[in-house]
């Protein structure tokens, strides 16, 4: 096992690390993401439901084999999840809001900002 420095520890914490910034409590995933893909398949099968409905009635070959290819060819609704911001974007953002805001009264958060630069610089090189 590779003995890592403080240091780099910080820096693969920064760039490694995520945060849930979608604005929702860090739990609601558990039931976010089942609920969503539930809502596609219902979407889908809806769709394809009302699609095939058009062709119920008298026996018309014509309208039936329509109606299948319309149910066919809509491409599914499908749910993709969004990865998490990392972490060291995170605390960016933090800082330059801080700054923004008139919050930085002993002024160093320009250098907290300069330092994790350098930390993400380090990691995408």
């Known amino acids: 096992m590779v003995r890592r420095s403080p240091q780099e520890k910080k820096r693969l914490s920064y760039a490694k690390d ?22 596609d398949l219902r979407a889908d099968r809806r769709r394809a439901e009302q699609a ?22 809509r491409r599914p609704a499908r749910f993709r999840k969004a990865p998490d911001t990392p972490l060291g ?17 002993g002024g160093g958060t320009a250098a907290r900002l300069a330092r994790l630069g350098r930390h993400h610089r380090g990691h995408e090189a």
Do not use: C, F, H, W
Request: charged share 45%; net charge positive.
């Open 89 to 105: 974007e995170v605390v960016a953002r933090r800082l330059r809001r801080r700054v923004r805001l008139g919050m930085d009264e």
């Open 18 to 39: 995520r945060r849930n910034t979608y604005g929702e409590n860090d739990k609601g995933s558990r039931r976010g993401i089942p609920l969503n893909r539930r809502l």
């Open 52 to 73: 095939l409905r058009g062709a119920l009635g008298p026996a018309d070959e014509a309208a039936a084999d329509r109606a299948e290819q319309a149910a066919r060819d």
